[in-house]
Structure formats: structure tokens, C-alpha cells
């Protein structure tokens, strides 16, 4: 029987693995090492919940949800603080088939605030619902209202002529 439990948790992990880094990556705005450590510390997480996982509804959802909080408990540390120096690698972190995009984008995302940051990612990278995103997140559907219409209006006010300049192309 635990052996099945197992090999069912390794399967997950090697299925949500990818979209995981994905999520990831969006939310440290880029930075891949961070990211890689968010989800290695996800999928730790998941493994000690995994012999409880038939009273989880949505495993998938739920590594979601720990990954998020995962960041966002990151960003809580004092180490958080520290910044890596250069430019940001170039393997695409993004579909797409525009880079200056994409790297624009990353660069408005890590100006934002890591909570709106979060809410951007969930609401419209993930396309989760409101309340999904209050789950994930451990706040009330108004809070992720107003951090969304406020995380919005700094996207638009960091990318608002460069934004057209892209559309045009």
C-alpha cells in the first residue's frame, strides 16, 4: 500500500512539476533559482500531506496554493531582501514568441509588490476565480478586488506607452 502512495506522489510531482516552476518563475519575477527553490519546497510539502491526500479535493490546486504561500512566506524573511545582479537568462520563461515582451512584463511583475504580484499571477496567469485566489492567498475576496484593480494600475502605468509599442508590432 505505500509503495502505491509512492509512486501515485511521484507521478503527481513529475506531472505538476513544470507548471509549477512556470507559476514559479512569474512570481519571483524571473528569478529561477528562487523559483526552483519554491517548488522543490512545494513538492517537499506535498509529499508529508500525500498519504492524507484523498481528504484534499484538488491536488493540484492545493500544490498551488502552497506554492504561493510558500512565496509569499519567502518574501516575509529578511533574506528576501537580497537581489542578484545581471540580466535575466536567456532560456523563454514565457510562450511567446516576442522576448522584449516577455522581458518587459517579468520587469513590471518584479516591480509590483509581491502580494499584487501573487494576485496578478492567480487572477490572470492561472486564471483562478476570486475566491480561489482569497484561498490560495489566506485573504478576503474584497482584498484580492482591490489588489487586483491597484496591481493593474501599476502594470499599466509601468508598461502604458510600452505596451502599444508592442501591440503595433
Known amino acids: 500500500m505505500r509503495a502505491s502512495r509512492t509512486e501515485d506522489y511521484r507521478e503527481f510531482a513529475a506531472n505538476r512539476a513544470a507548471h509549477l516552476y512556470r507559476s514559479a518563475c512569474l512570481l519571483t519575477s524571473g528569478d529561477t533559482h528562487l523559483a526552483e527553490d519554491l517548488v522543490q519546497e512545494t513538492l517537499g510539502r506535498m509529499y508529508m500531506v500525500w498519504g492524507r491526500v484523498s481528504r484534499i479535493d484538488n491536488p493540484a490546486g492545493y500544490a498551488q496554493t502552497v506554492l504561493v504561500r510558500s512565496f509569499l512566506t519567502h518574501r516575509r524573511r529578511r533574506s528576501a531582501s537580497e537581489r542578484p545582479v545581471g540580466e535575466l537568462p536567456d532560456s523563454a520563461l514565457l510562450c511567446g514568441d516576442d522576448p522584449e515582451l516577455r522581458l518587459a512584463l517579468l520587469g513590471a511583475l518584479g516591480r509590483l509588490a509581491p502580494k ?54
Do not use: C, H, P
Open 116 to 169: 499584487d504580484r501573487a494576485v496578478v499571477v492567480l487572477r490572470y496567469w492561472e486564471d483562478r476565480s476570486i475566491e480561489e485566489t482569497a484561498d490560495a492567498m489566506n485573504v478576503s475576496s474584497a482584498a484580492v478586488r482591490t489588489r487586483a484593480v491597484r496591481a493593474l494600475a501599476k502594470l499599466r502605468e509601468q508598461l502604458g506607452g510600452s505596451l502599444v509599442e508592442f501591440a503595433a508590432r
